[in-house]
C-alpha cells in the first residue's frame, strides 16, 4: 500500500508560479511511476505529467510543456510539480498518482492522493 499526500496548492495571479509536492509513503516509492493529474470543475479528470521509477523518463499533456515540470527525490519520497506561466485555465484540484506496474503512461494508476487546489486568477 502506498498513501499520497499533496500540497503546495493556492491562489496565483496568472503568470505566476507554484510548486505542488506529494509525499509518499513505504519503503518501496523508488519503484513506482508517478503522475500528476488535474480535474476542474464540470471536466473529466486529465493527465499532466509522469516520471519514470528512476526519474529519467517525463511525460507531459501537451497544454503544460515548457511551462510545467516534474520531479522526484527517492531519498525524500517526493514528487513536484513546479508550475510556470500560470494561466486561469490551469485552475483545478491537482491529484498525485501512483503505479508499479508497467502501462501508458496516462495509467490506470493504482493509488490516489487527496488533491490539492490550484486557482489562477486573471
Known amino acids: 500500500q502506498v498513501q499520497l499526500v499533496e500540497s503546495g496548492g493556492g491562489l496565483v495571479q496568472a503568470g505566476g508560479s507554484l510548486r505542488l509536492s506529494c509525499a509518499a509513503s513505504?519503503?518501496?516509492?523508488?519503484?513506482?511511476?508517478m503522475a500528476w493529474f488535474r480535474q476542474a470543475p464540470g471536466r473529466v479528470r486529465e493527465f499532466v505529467a509522469a516520471?519514470?521509477?528512476?526519474?529519467?523518463?517525463?511525460y507531459y499533456t501537451d497544454s503544460v510543456k515548457g511551462r510545467f515540470t516534474i520531479s522526484r527525490d527517492n531519498a525524500k519520497n517526493t514528487v513536484y510539480l513546479q508550475m510556470n506561466s500560470l494561466k486561469p485555465e490551469d485552475t483545478a484540484v491537482y491529484y498525485c498518482?501512483?503505479?508499479?506496474?508497467?502501462?501508458?503512461?496516462?495509467?490506470?494508476?493504482?493509488?490516489w492522493g487527496q488533491g490539492t487546489q490550484v486557482t489562477v486568477s486573471s
Open positions: 498518482a501512483a503505479t508499479s506496474k508497467t502501462g501508458p503512461r496516462e495509467g490506470p494508476y493504482d493509488y
Open positions: 516520471i519514470s521509477w528512476g526519474g529519467v523518463n517525463t
Open positions: 513505504g519503503r518501496t516509492f523508488g519503484s513506482y511511476r
